[in-house]
């Protein structure tokens, strides 16, 4: 799971630059791009050609047509998007299985989480109270 938002992260920080009609790596995002392709067990070639191409079939040829800097950053966050997507699904299921099973005893796990410290230019008495209020609810809460 680390390993996936690490290289979301990584790649964020990748950028595009002009070439010709289609665009490269930026110089200063060849170290990103290398993290994030370790991290991913892939080839930084590959992952290089994966964001700045794009490959049709148009009647049985084989076309590789190059991105613009603009539509090889669109590539990226929606690889980004489908990573993050896919790790926090899995997250979301492997935490319903674990808390989703048939107990007789009726125990169950229950989360509250109540809003609380905000930010305003001047807090009043009665903001602090009610901040007061809160945690001491999540306190209770939690214990119970």
Same mark, same amino acid.
């Given at each position: 799971?680390?390993?996936?938002?690490? #290289? !979301?992260?990584? $790649? /964020?920080?990748?950028?595009? @630059?002009?070439?010709?009609? /289609?665009?490269?790596?930026?110089?200063?995002?060849?170290?990103? %791009?290398?993290?994030?392709?370790?991290?991913?067990?892939? @080839? !930084?070639?590959? *992952?290089? &050609?994966?964001?700045?191409?794009?490959?049709?079939? !148009?009647?049985?040829?084989?076309? !590789? &047509?190059? %991105?613009?800097?603009?539509?090889?950053?669109?590539?990226?966050?929606?690889?980004?998007?489908?990573?993050? @997507?896919?790790?926090?699904?899995?997250?979301?299921?492997?935490?319903? #299985?674990?808390? @989703?099973?048939?107990?007789?005893? /009726?125990?169950?796990? /229950? *989360?509250?989480?109540?809003?609380?410290?905000?930010?305003?230019?001047?807090?009043?008495?009665?903001?602090?109270?009610?901040? $007061?209020?809160?945690?001491?609810?999540?306190?209770?809460?939690?214990?119970?």
């Amino acid at each position: 799971l680390w390993t996936v938002v690490a #290289s !979301v992260l990584h $790649l /964020g920080n990748v950028g595009f @630059d002009a070439d010709g009609e /289609g665009s490269v790596v930026s110089a200063n995002s060849h170290e990103n %791009l290398g993290q994030a392709a370790s991290l991913l067990c892939v @080839d !930084v070639a590959t *992952l290089t &050609k994966e964001l700045t191409t794009t490959t049709m079939t !148009v009647g049985g040829q084989v076309i !590789v &047509k190059v %991105l613009t800097p603009a539509k090889a950053n669109d590539v990226k966050e929606a690889l980004m998007k489908s990573m993050y @997507d896919c790790a926090f699904q899995w997250l979301v299921d492997k935490c319903n #299985s674990i808390l @989703d099973h048939e107990d007789p005893s /009726g125990n169950w796990i /229950g *989360l509250l989480d109540i809003f609380g410290f905000e930010d305003f230019k001047i807090n009043s008495f009665e903001q602090l109270c009610i901040n $007061l209020a809160n945690e001491a609810l999540q306190g209770h809460y939690n214990i119970y």
